[in-house]
């Protein structure tokens, strides 16, 4: 698990959640689940655009289907209770849930939730103990999180329900200015405390910074 060296602020990274959001809605809307959405998967380019890619675990989904699904993604530190449990999910549920460790790595350079071991991760997720150690986020943030990682799917956050969340209302003006002035951003990892060692290419198949140019 790596952490980021420059770490984004909320105001950024909610401008790529939002189109990531927008994308995975715009498929749910479909009858569609993308079922790999994680930071390798999204194309990131300049002026702050994004693009959804690697469509190879993609299903049309019909009513009968949301809760029969049992092909897992490669990267298990993306998987719900569900899928840890090895039981039948939702994978419209799944691509949710794997959007908000997106957006939680973006700000805080670390997934949400420890994933040395399934077992302690799973407790993690029912609990909500989120790793925040890195970086303090805002109390509308964190409410985001707790919708989006609800332990119960009953009371779980769809992404049409987390797009019209307070923490994703429109990025001021003066915040479009800053993140449109030209720069490049870096796109290095360093290991959480405690990761074991780990070789450039394992690190690098794992997450992917976006790199900012113009």
């Avoid at 401008?15 to 990531?20: A, T």
Wanted: hydrophobic share 40%; proline share 5%; aromatic share 10%.
């Amino acid at each position: 698990m790596m952490q980021r060296r420059n770490l984004m602020e909320e105001f950024e990274a909610k401008v790529y959640f939002r189109q990531i959001a927008e994308a995975i809605a715009y498929l749910h809307e479909n009858e569609i689940a993308h079922g790999d959405v994680r930071l390798e998967n999204i194309m990131w380019y300049p002026a702050y655009n994004i693009k959804m890619t690697a469509f190879s675990f993609t299903k049309r989904i019909g009513d009968c289907d949301k809760s029969k699904n049992r092909m897992l993604p490669h990267d298990y530190s993306y998987w719900m209770p569900e899928m840890l449990k090895g039981e039948e999910y939702d994978p419209m549920m799944a691509d949710n849930w794997a959007a908000g460790v997106v957006v939680f790595t973006l700000i805080n350079g670390c997934f949400p939730f420890d994933d040395k071991n399934r077992d302690a991760m799973l407790e993690a997720q029912q609990q909500q103990q989120f790793k925040n150690k890195h970086h303090v986020a805002s109390g509308v943030f964190k409410d985001l999180l707790h919708e989006i990682f609800e332990p119960d799917i009953k009371e779980r956050s769809t992404m049409a329900i987390s797009l019209s969340h307070r923490w994703l209302k429109p990025v001021p003006n003066y915040a479009v200015e800053m993140l449109l002035t030209p720069r490049i951003k870096s796109a290095q990892f360093d290991k959480c405390d405690g990761d074991e060692e780990e070789g450039d290419d394992d690190m690098n198949s794992r997450v992917r910074s976006p790199i900012i140019c113009s």
